[in-house]
């Protein structure tokens, strides 16, 4: 995962679970249940990752395996949204980009990221659903998915897609 955050001249934050521990949830962030059902089970798993380079040679056929962030519940309730809220900073404006990967689901099969967090009931939410075929955006309030906005779209599952988030005052 990514962030950039605020305006050109701030840092970048980079998050790539190198220093957590396999198998276990990453440092610096809480888990959080909005909705109801089991918290979500927040795991650092090895997983194979397109390489950041072209291949050298059209012999070379291997992925790295690198360290990523993996939600493994399968609890099926619905109206269930496991969040994982990154507790060091709060970012104003910002721009966030992060890759995921659809892997499986017998209810649904997402993959989001909530923003603007004020508490596990009020957020932004935005999210891939594969099973869907759609993207969507939602406005969480009191705990209640509000003013819906989505497209078609075909989510491929298995594969890596990179998703990017940008917020500007109230855009």
């Known amino acids: 995962l990514g962030v950039s955050g605020w305006p050109a001249d701030a840092a970048e934050r980079r998050f790539n679970f190198a220093e957590d521990a396999l198998n276990a949830p990453p440092a ?9 059902g089991s918290p979500g089970d927040w795991q650092i798993i090895l997983d194979d990752v397109p390489a ?3 291949p050298v040679s059209a012999k070379e056929t291997s992925s790295p395996k690198r360290r990523v962030l993996a ?44 923003f603007r967090i004020q508490d596990e009931k009020n957020y932004y939410y935005f999210r891939a659903s594969a099973m869907g075929t759609n993207l969507s955006f939602f406005k969480m309030v009191n ?5 819906r906005v989505s497209s078609k779209a075909e989510i491929p599952v298995g594969q890596w897609q990179e998703l990017k988030i940008e917020c500007s005052g109230n855009q």
């Open 71 to 114: 939600q493994l519940s399968k609890d099926p309730t619905a109206n269930r949204f496991p969040l994982l809220v990154f507790e060091e900073e709060q970012f104003e404006d910002f721009t966030f980009t992060t890759s995921f990967k659809i892997v499986a689901g017998a209810t649904e099969q997402m993959a989001g990221v909530a």
């Open 28 to 36: 610096r962030f809480r888990s959080v249940l909005s909705g109801t």
């Open 143 to 147: 705990g209640e998915l509000r003013n």
């Open 52 to 54: 950041l380079f072209a």
